[in-house]
């Protein structure tokens, strides 16, 4: 099976950093949840806002997560993000009711991730069902003891053959994406401050002004 082309998000609500990563055109898209929102000063009433802002900027896909509890609920207020437009992506929590919700919300056309995803047999219900994106948590599966790079390798091993891949999230280095990359997970969201890691070096970045300086001798 050919492998999926690496795609990088910025985990962020912090409107200046997205921009600024958007901007450069280092990554595909934005992803939020409540908390996300929460820690950026972000009100559930900013996010048609923020989904304009970031559509403008060049956001392929943008991540709002439904919320309620409840089947019923959760389907409820997807239909607020689904409105938003075609490039948002409806984020819904893997339990019971969360499964429920997106399997329906996949048989209505809508694009799904579930996330918060700890075990294989979650990742594997999420393919059985078509969802397109799967999220599990790897700096707190660390935390809680689990074997996260591991487990999310597995987990895109159960994706062969279906619509589904895993979106790794809770990446708290750059060392951890290019690590999951290596075992074939192919999506990632992060911070922006890891996203920026991922672009330094200082060595890099020491080549680059010794070339500038070459230059400014040869009159450029």
Same mark, same amino acid.
């Given at each position: 099976?050919?492998?999926?082309?690496?795609?990088?998000?910025?985990?962020?609500?912090?409107?200046?950093?997205?921009?600024?990563?958007?901007?450069?055109?280092?990554?595909? #898209?934005?992803?939020?949840?409540?908390?996300?929102?929460?820690? #950026?000063?972000?009100?559930?009433?900013?996010?048609?806002?923020?989904?304009?802002?970031?559509?403008?900027?060049?956001?392929?896909?943008? *991540? %709002?997560?439904?919320?309620?509890?409840?089947?019923?609920? %959760?389907?409820?207020?997807?239909?607020?993000?689904?409105?938003?437009?075609?490039?948002?992506?409806?984020?819904?929590?893997?339990?019971?009711?969360? %499964?429920?919700?997106?399997?329906?919300?996949?048989?209505?056309?809508?694009?799904?991730?579930?996330?918060?995803?700890?075990?294989?047999?979650?990742?594997?219900?999420?393919?059985?069902? #078509?969802?397109?994106?799967?999220?599990?948590?790897?700096?707190?599966?660390?935390?809680?003891?689990?074997?996260?790079?591991?487990?999310?390798?597995?987990?895109?091993?159960?994706?062969?053959?279906?619509?589904?891949?895993?979106?790794?999230?809770?990446?708290?280095?750059?060392?951890?994406?290019? #690590?999951?990359?290596?075992?074939?997970?192919?999506? *990632?969201?992060?911070?922006?401050?890891?996203?920026?890691?991922?672009?330094?070096?200082?060595?890099?970045?020491?080549?680059?002004?010794? *070339?500038?300086?070459?230059?400014?001798?040869?009159?450029?």
């Amino acid at each position: 099976m050919t492998a999926l082309a690496p795609r990088l998000y910025v985990d962020s609500a912090d409107t200046d950093r997205v921009s600024s990563l958007l901007a450069a055109g280092v990554v595909h #898209g934005v992803t939020t949840n409540p908390t996300i929102l929460e820690r #950026g000063r972000r009100t559930a009433a900013e996010i048609p806002d923020l989904y304009a802002r970031w559509t403008e900027e060049g956001a392929r896909e943008i *991540f %709002f997560q439904t919320w309620g509890g409840d089947t019923a609920a %959760f389907l409820r207020n997807a239909e607020g993000i689904r409105a938003l437009g075609e490039r948002v992506v409806v984020k819904v929590p893997a339990t019971r009711d969360g %499964f429920a919700a997106a399997s329906a919300l996949v048989r209505d056309g809508a694009t799904v991730l579930v996330t918060a995803v700890y075990t294989v047999g979650q990742a594997l219900a999420c393919a059985s069902i #078509g969802v397109q994106y799967i999220a599990p948590y790897l700096g707190r599966m660390r935390d809680a003891g689990i074997d996260g790079d591991a487990v999310i390798a597995r987990m895109q091993e159960v994706c062969v053959g279906s619509s589904s891949n895993v979106l790794a999230a809770s990446l708290r280095s750059p060392e951890d994406i290019t #690590g999951l990359r290596l075992a074939g997970v192919p999506y *990632f969201t992060a911070a922006p401050d890891v996203i920026e890691q991922l672009l330094y070096n200082e060595v890099s970045d020491g080549s680059a002004a010794e *070339f500038d300086a070459a230059m400014g001798r040869l009159g450029a």
